[in-house]
């Protein structure tokens, strides 16, 4: 079949989860067709690499170590599939290769504009993305809002599209929002039509209309943005708040998203979406409740741990159990556990809310609490082990360059390096499992790869004191130097790992960790032990 272009816009204000309706409606069309996503920052950054969580949310990590927008986990979680670093456009990008292509003399001497060069540069890489993948399908989802000065070269790059691939194999989405105001409590349109407006100023015209509201769109209100925006009542879609993101596919095919996007795309759309509802429904209907408490310093904004918020969703819906997340900000003095059935310690950077990290961990081991140390987590769980079972005054190079002992150092090859974006390891790597480990026991296979980003080890220095004191290394790198994972056979549920599980967790499938902890918190509440052997 000729290959099809959708592309989705966003209007009235940021933040409407344009990423999350266009993975849904990729959700739809991936049971029949091969769909790959584009994503368009209008940032002039190369990646979020180096953005503030705070400022940004999570920075999400793929398989070729490409660091990516957010959006790209949602991607990844609806679409069952693995994206590539060249999927994601940002402003910066886009400038240093018309920068290159320029002094190599691409350009023949010719003024470089921002129309036609860049968006034409733009729109060859949506063709050539196409092309490399084979995919049936593009999504493209243009960042920010129509009217931002920052993305008005994406739009113009959609809309000459057109001309490229032909007006029948591009279907354009916009989504918008309908504020109800308090003591009206009516339907307003006026933000969407002027929206419809500013799109339609800039050559495109929408094909269909998702709306983001509180609330299911009343039929007047349907008929008066269809009657202003040239629309069908059909073409109109309410993007209703929900209160979990995997049911937003099901919300369009009840309102005939699939019947939608074959007739404006002429192929035929045929959805799988019983185990995604079955699962949607198994974590509805739960009767255990669990809390599990999140320690770290970027709880300000809890897009900074969007995809460990999303495994233990995951893990909610395989095992049929509520969880209640408590937000535990490390710099504070109050680290009280009462009431908590699991910990998790994520990742992070720098010296800040470190200590409270560590005495977090420290209640964990000694009362037993069920523990999952991601990355910095897991630097944080060898540093405390170092100092209250093996006697060591340890610390992290990274927090104290001259501390005594350095459990936990920089990578030799990584010291030289001064571009900030380039001094970590990130990507997918493989670890080897040490064979009747509770890690080994939960992967069920003797060689895993999971996605890395850091820059500092388990220093190999102190290693056998480590394994001498009780600690096991249930996960190392293929040649045995660098240390993947980490358990206390000892303990209920006490793991760690360098690498982001939560990265690759999916609805179909969850991270095998986070399900472990899941497990041993709902025992742990029950007042059960946790036997893996």
């Known amino acids: 079949m000729q290959r099809k272009y959708l592309v989705i816009t966003g209007g009235v204000l940021s933040g409407l989860g344009k990423g999350i309706a266009i993975a849904s409606i990729g959700n739809l069309l991936s049971s029949t067709y091969k769909v790959v996503p584009i994503k368009c920052d ?3 950054n190369v990646d979020p690499g180096t953005m503030n969580p705070i400022e940004h949310g999570e920075v999400f990590v793929l398989d070729d170590g490409g660091e990516v927008d957010m959006d790209f986990g949602h991607y990844e979680r609806f679409l069952g599939i693995n994206c590539k670093f060249e999927w994601n ?39 050539e993305v196409g092309e490399k993948t084979n995919a049936d399908v593009i999504l493209i989802e243009i960042g920010g809002t129509v009217g931002d000065m920052e993305n008005e070269l994406y739009i113009d790059a959609a809309r000459s599209l057109m001309r490229e691939v032909g007006k029948e194999n591009v279907l354009f989405i916009h989504l918008t929002y ?83 996007l074959s007739k404006k795309l002429n192929i035929k759309v045929i959805p799988n979406l019983e185990k995604w509802k079955s699962l949607i429904l198994n974590k509805e209907n739960a009767k255990r409740e669990i809390t599990i408490a999140l ?31 408590k937000w ?29 990290k560590i005495e977090v961990i420290k209640q964990c081991r000694e009362m037993g609490i069920p523990f999952l140390g991601i990355c910095y987590g897991m630097q944080m769980a060898i540093i405390e082990f170092a100092r209250n079972v093996c006697g060591l005054s340890a610390n992290t190079t990274e927090v104290d360059a001259n501390c005594l002992h350095p459990v ?40 895993i790869s999971e996605r890395h980003r850091h820059r500092y080890e388990v220093n190999p220095k102190y290693h056998s004191i480590l394994l001498e004191r009780g600690m096991v290394f249930s996960g190392m790198s293929p040649d045995g130097k660098l240390v ?40 742990f509440g029950e007042g059960e032990s946790i036997a893996y052997f």
């Open 42 to 44: 209008g940032y002039l």
């Open 89 to 127: 456009l940002t402003m910066g990008k886009v400038f240093e290769k018309i920068r290159e292509k320029e002094r190599r003399g691409d350009y023949l001497g010719k003024t470089v504009q921002m129309i036609p060069h860049v968006s034409d540069l733009i729109k060859n890489h949506f063709i």
């Open 178 to 260: 309908l504020p109800i105001p308090y003591g009206v409590n009516e339907q307003k349109t006026k933000p969407t039509q002027q929206s419809i407006g500013l799109l339609r100023q800039r050559g495109i015209e929408p094909q269909i209309i998702i709306v983001r509201s509180s609330e299911m769109l009343s039929e007047k209100t349907k008929e008066k943005i269809s009657a202003i925006g040239n629309f069908k009542p059909d073409e109109i879609i309410t993007g209703l708040d929900v209160d979990d993101v995997y049911k937003i596919p099901l919300l369009f095919e009840e309102q005939g998203m699939s019947q939608l």
């Open 295 to 325: 320690a770290g310093k970027y709880t300000a904004l809890e897009d900074s741990y969007a995809s460990i918020i999303e495994a233990l969703n995951h893990c909610a819906a395989h095992l049929s159990v509520k969880i209640n997340v």
């Open 328 to 356: 535990i900000e490390t710099d504070e003095k109050n680290l009280s556990l009462k009431g908590v059935h699991g910990v998790i310690v994520p990742g992070g950077f720098g010296s800040r809310g470190t200590e409270g």
């Open 408 to 447: 936990v150092d920089i990578l030799d090859e990584q010291k030289l390096i001064i571009n900030k974006g380039g001094t970590m390891r990130r990507g997918a790597y493989p670890a080897i499992m040490k064979v009747g480990s509770v890690i080994h026991s939960l992967y069920g296979e003797f060689e």
């Open 484 to 523: 993947e994972f980490i358990e206390l056979p000892s303990h209920p549920y006490f793991v760690g790992t360098q690498a982001h599980p939560e990265l690759k967790s999916s609805l179909l499938k969850p991270a095998p960790l986070f399900k472990g902890l899941v497990e041993a918190a709902v025992k």
